[in-house]
């Protein structure tokens, strides 16, 4: 599956407001991941964290680094479907293109 964003800044929009939706907040920032999420997995910090937000945390560094990650993406299917609709529709939008990807960007957009 080839996986599109136009390019980094869609990226990183589209991470942060997944990582928001599950209510990860600093972990993400217009240029990339903070500190504070390369240290939870450069160190193994994610045992701290529910298994959903985990394998979030894992998919967005999956999406980040621009490869599918089979392992991260099998994980979705062992979690209820409604803790996980918002990765799972950011992969379809990711999966269609850049358009699909703004679309999706202005329907999750927090306010």
């Given at each position: 599956m080839n996986y599109v964003f136009c390019d980094r800044q869609q990226t990183c929009a589209a991470i942060g407001v997944l990582l928001q939706r599950e209510g990860l907040v600093g972990l993400w920032t217009s240029?990339?991941?903070?500190?504070?999420a390369a240290t939870l997995i450069e160190r193994g910090?994610?045992?701290t964290y529910a298994r959903e937000h985990r394998v979030v945390i894992?998919?967005?560094?999956?999406?980040w680094g621009a490869e599918e990650?089979?392992?991260?993406?099998?994980?979705?299917?062992?979690?209820?479907?409604?803790?996980?609709?918002?990765?799972r529709s950011l992969l379809a939008a990711r999966?269609?293109?850049?358009a699909a990807v703004?679309?999706?960007?202005?329907?999750?957009?927090?306010?």
């Open positions: 240029s990339g991941p903070t500190m504070r910090g994610l045992s894992l998919a967005a560094f999956a999406i990650d089979p392992y991260v993406f099998s994980l979705l299917d062992v979690l209820p479907p409604s803790r996980t609709t918002t990765l999966a269609a293109g850049p703004n679309r999706w960007l202005q329907a999750n957009e927090l306010n």
